[in-house]
Structure formats: structure tokens, C-alpha cells
């Protein structure tokens, strides 16, 4: 759908950012079923977790739902005043830098230095156990340039391998807010992660620093609990991608190669013009099990994807679909950033599953849609079973820079 769009101009940088406050709590419930796979409301599976226990790790799933009830579930925290998250083992750190006047137990370390061209381990937790929420800020220089990692049960490749910033659907190593249930980003860039995350013999989180120089003040809080994971239980998984669209085949694939049984939950975009007019075109195709050259569903343009129409014309962010950022400065190409998150409508598979998306606009003086070759960068989330199929080769530093000049 063709539309025009409201730009607001002057002498300096034209940004539209959604500020709009809203009430997230009463939806968190919705994320009950999420991870699960199979057989979540089979009686007898039902029975048999309740026979082993497994329950206190059900509620993991059930957030508002289930905050009355009482768990065996042990919650812990991560952070640099606790690396380890052990209980007890918080406020340890003796006076330096940030503290020397107040002593020990007084915020001596709240935060730690990524060091050059090195890789940090965030967390390291034995199983079984839920990952609940993750918050992290930082100097925005780290948010493409900085590589998030996360291993399930000891795998030897992540499950997990996006740009710090992209994962938080915050893409161009720019900063803007986003307001919607699995993720948040408050002033000012404030991280927050929502998506349960179980695991039943390890997690892993790892950042890699790779850039030339040392990123101080990163602050970080990885909340858990240790408690059983239900067996349908699937294992969450977010892969990064990046390419300068083809204008003979404009076709930009979000994700491919995924073997198993599984829900994809999520689609964060961060597209870059390389040209100007109105680039939302193209639709989006899930290729279900098995799918070869025409797909199972298919979308009816980027904007309805996303949850808008007619070309946008602003910007909004709600619980499960977004368009925060439209961003435009004199003499440059517009950037935009866009989430839709499949929490109530996970689109299931059981053996395979590919998604891609056009890169159409259309001429503005004729009914004819125009192929584009706009720069586009997606981070796609799913849950499925492991093994997980290897990721594709993770872009290079350069190849993650955000274009700063027109074309």
C-alpha cells in the first residue's frame, strides 16, 4: 500500500521516534505458552511433570498468571557486583574507582570494561533453569560493534549470535525507545529482554568486544531461576543478517536452514535507504515444512506486516508490533526500524523453515511496483528443539558499519 508520508523539516536532523507511554503488566501472561513445543496441553504430560516436580519450571512461562503461586524455584541475578550470581555472593567487591569513600558493600562495581578484540562471559549457569530478564546499557559504540552470544547445554556453536544492539531490536548503532512486551528500550538506552530463555544442563552468555579500543562503563543484570524445565520446552534462538539487496532478484532472506521442530516468534528490521521514495513495498513469505517455490503464508506488504498502513506515515510501538525509529538528516537517506513479535501467533513448524521478504517500492507517478536494493539488516527469534543447524558465516566488523553517506 502506497502512502504518503509526514516529514517533519527544518535546519537539523529529522527523527521520528515513538515516546507514547503504555502499560505492559497485565499483558505478560500471553507468554505462557511461548517456548513450548508438542505436547503442552496433553493431560497425561501435564501429569507426568506434576508426578516429577517439573511444575515449579512451568511457572516460568505463566508470568502474571501464576505470581500468586508459591515455587521451589530459586531466583538469582548476575552483574559485576555479582558475576557468579551465587547466593550471597553479591557486594563482595572491594573500594576502587567508583567507590573509595563509602567502603565494601557500597557499589564498588556496577559495572566492567570490555576490553579490545576480546571476548567477555556474562553468565555462566548450570542447569536447569529460565532466564527471565536482561538488562544491559552502554556507550552506543558498542551496539554494532559488540557481538552477543548465547550456548545452550554445552553446544559448541550459539544458539544465540547478533550485534548487542540489534538483539534489542535497536538498529543503525542508534538510539530510540521501544515499548512492547518481550523487549523494552527506556531512556536513556536502557536494554531490556524479556524472552524466557530455558535450559536444562547450561547457559552460556558471552559479548565480544571488536573493536580497537576498550568500552568502559557496560552495566548488565541477568536475572534467572533455577528450576526444572517442562520437556516441551524449546530452546530460544536469534540469528543477525545483512545485505545490500539485489535489484535483479530483490528478495532479502531473513532466515534459512532451520531443521527441526519449532515456533518463530519474531522479526526486528533495520532497513537503510539507498534511494529515496517509499520502499514498503515487498512481502514477507514463511516457507513451512517442506515448501519449496511458493510459501505457506505470505504477507501483503512490509507496512502490513508490521502492523501499519498506507505508507506509515508515523511512528508507533505497542505490545507487539512496531516502527520506532524513522530517522532522516539533510543530505542523507532515511533509516527506519521495525519489530513484529509472534506472541500470540507463533508460526509453528515441525521439520523446516525459511523467511524472506521483498524489497519493493513503487514508482510515484505510475500504478507499477519498483524493485529496490535498499540495505537491509533483520534479526530473526525462534524457539525449536537442538540441535540447531549451523549459522550462516557472522558479518565481519565492517560489514556491520552503518552507511553514512547518501547512495
Avoid at 516429577?52 to 557486583?81: C, N, P, V
Avoid at 536482561?134 to 552477543?148: E, N, P, Q
Avoid at 573493536?211 to 562503563?217: C, D, G
Avoid at 510501538?317 to 513479535?341: C, D, I, N, Q
Wanted: charged share 20%.
Amino acid at each position: 500500500m502506497q502512502g504518503t508520508r509526514n516529514e517533519e523539516t527544518g535546519g537539523g536532523p529529522t527523527v521520528r521516534r515513538f515516546v507514547q507511554p503504555m502499560a505492559l503488566a497485565a499483558m505478560i501472561v500471553i507468554l505462557a505458552g511461548l517456548a513450548m513445543t508438542g505436547h503442552g496441553d496433553d493431560p497425561a504430560a501435564t501429569q507426568q511433570q506434576e508426578a516429577s516436580g517439573s511444575m515449579s519450571g512451568r511457572q516460568s512461562f505463566l508470568g502474571l498468571s501464576s505470581i500468586a503461586l508459591l515455587s521451589d524455584a530459586e531466583t538469582r541475578s548476575i552483574s559485576a557486583e555479582n558475576p557468579t550470581g551465587e547466593k550471597g555472593g553479591g557486594a563482595q567487591a572491594e573500594p576502587g574507582s567508583y567507590n573509595v569513600a563509602l567502603g565494601k558493600g557500597w557499589k564498588c562495581r556496577p559495572a566492567i570494561t570490555l576490553e579490545q578484540h576480546a571476548t567477555t562471559t556474562l553468565a555462566d549457569i548450570q542447569g536447569p533453569g529460565t532466564i527471565q530478564h536482561i538488562w544491559i546499557t552502554v556507550d552506543t559504540k558498542a551496539y554494532r560493534d559488540c557481538v552477543l552470544r548465547f550456548y545452550w547445554d554445552n553446544e559448541e556453536t550459539p544458539s544465540v549470535e547478533a550485534p548487542l544492539g540489534d538483539f534489542f531490536a535497536v538498529g543503525h548503532g542508534l538510539r530510540y525507545n521501544l515499548n512492547s512486551l518481550p523487549v523494552a528500550v527506556n531512556p536513556n538506552g536502557g536494554f531490556n529482554c524479556y524472552w524466557p530463555m530455558p535450559f536444562r544442563e547450561r547457559a552460556r552468555i558471552t559479548i565480544e568486544n571488536q573493536r580497537a579500543e576498550a568500552i568502559h562503563s557496560f552495566f548488565y543484570q541477568i536475572t534467572y531461576e533455577l528450576a526444572p524445565v517442562p520437556r516441551e520446552a524449546a530452546y530460544f534462538h536469534a540469528q543477525w543478517r545483512r545485505k545490500v539487496v539485489d535489484l535483479d532478484y530483490p528478495e532479502y532472506t531473513i532466515l534459512d536452514g532451520v531443521k527441526g521442530q519449532g515456533q518463530y516468534v519474531g522479526t526486528f528490521m533495520a532497513l537503510q535507504q539507498t534511494a529515496d521514495g517509499w520502499w514498503g513495498e515487498g512481502e514477507i513469505k514463511f516457507f513451512i515444512d517442506g515448501d519449496s517455490e511458493y510459501p505457506t503464508i505470505c504477507g501483503t506488504g512490509t507496512e502490513d506486516y508490521f502492523g501499519g498502513a498506507w505508507g506509515f506515515g508515523d511512528t508507533f510501538s505497542t505490545p507487539f508490533l512496531g516502527y520506532p525509529l524513522w530517522w532522516k538528516e539533510p543530505g542523507a537517506v532515511p533509516r527506519h526500524a521495525l519489530y513484529r513479535w509472534h506472541i500470540p501467533d507463533p508460526i509453528r513448524f515441525k521439520q523446516d523453515l525459511r523467511v524472506t521478504i521483498q524489497n519493493l517500492g513503487g514508482w510515484p507517478d505510475r500504478p507499477v511496483f519498483l524493485a529496490r536494493f535498499d540495505d537491509i539488516a533483520s534479526t530473526a527469534y525462534w524457539y525449536q528443539t537442538e540441535p540447531h543447524a549451523p549459522f550462516p558465516e557472522f558479518p565481519s566488523l565492517y560489514q556491520r558499519w552503518t552507511r553514512n553517506w547518501n547512495g
